[in-house]
């Protein structure tokens, strides 16, 4: 088993899957490890700009991703200026405060594929891009940040209700380290759509006692992810 991760991200994703049972169907999920994304980007402290903005509460999470006057798909979260007159709301254990939008300087969208990953790959990719699409429509400039869990466990449990779903390695119903690599290649047409799309590997069989290990350098890739968003936030705004 890995580590306690360094990142709160990280940890977030983590405590999904060791706090299972995971739902596939619960759409929170993504939006509670995206917040995380901009408290590992204040902690991390290599820019001033973000963190200053940060502590002044002049610029704020934005839980929902909906600004106010723009129609758009709702992402798993962004930052950008507060609008102006609006209160922003301080969480315990927060640094980054929370409240409406009038932007998006940077924009994050999070998908998990736990199983059956190429039988909905092609939702995901198109999920992934419009979801850029749109943060780009909130702002031209906007840093866009795309998160993919992929799963490499060697079976896994589905849950629906009370009814349980393994994986048995056959046709339909291939067990996760079957599809994993494919679904990483299929992934990659949706990476030029993002400033930085950042792929976690993992395994989770979803089941007692829910254990869970990151596949190969995650942390290390995710934390030089997080420097070069911090410099192109800098560049841009």
Same mark, same amino acid.
């Given at each position: 088993?890995?580590?306690? +991760? ?14 299972? +049972? ?40 934005? +839980?929902? =991703? ?8 709702? /992402?798993? /979260?962004?930052?950008?200026?507060? %609008? ?6 301080? &969480? ?6 929370? =409240?409406? $939008?009038? #932007? ?6 999070? !998908? %998990?594929?736990? !199983? ?5 790959? #092609?939702?995901?990719? /198109? ?16 840093? $866009? ?23 048995? =390695? !056959? ?25 930085? &799309? ?6 989770? $069989?979803?089941? +007692?006692?829910? #254990? ?26």
């Amino acid at each position: 088993m890995s580590n306690q +991760p360094t990142f709160a991200l990280l940890r977030q994703f983590e405590a999904t899957f060791r706090n299972g +049972p995971y739902i596939h169907r619960n759409s929170q999920l993504g939006n509670r490890i995206a917040d995380y994304l901009y408290e590992d980007l204040y902690a991390l402290a290599q820019s001033r700009k973000f963190n200053d903005r940060v502590d002044a509460r002049s610029h704020v999470l934005n +839980p929902k =991703g909906i600004s106010p006057g723009i129609r758009a798909r709702r /992402g798993d /979260g962004s930052f950008g200026d507060l %609008i102006p007159g609006s209160k922003p709301r301080v &969480f315990p254990d927060f640094r980054v405060a929370r =409240g409406p $939008t009038a #932007d998006v300087e940077i924009g994050a969208e999070v !998908k %998990i594929l736990a !199983k059956a990953m190429i039988k909905q790959i #092609d939702r995901v990719i /198109g999920d992934l891009c419009r979801q850029a699409d749109q943060f780009h429509e909130k702002a031209a400039n906007s840093i $866009t940040v795309g998160i993919v869990g992929i799963n490499f466990a060697e079976h896994y449990v589905s849950h629906e209700g009370e009814r349980r779903y393994p994986t048995d =390695g !056959k046709s339909g119903n291939l067990h996760p380290a079957q599809e994993a690599r494919e679904a990483e290649r299929r992934l990659l047409s949706a990476e030029n759509s993002y400033s930085e &799309f950042i792929e976690l590997g993992f395994r989770a $069989t979803n089941e +007692p006692p829910y #254990d869970f290990e990151w596949v190969g350098r995650a942390q290390d890739n995710y934390a030089a992810r997080l420097v070069r968003i911090l410099r192109k936030y800098d560049l841009t705004f």
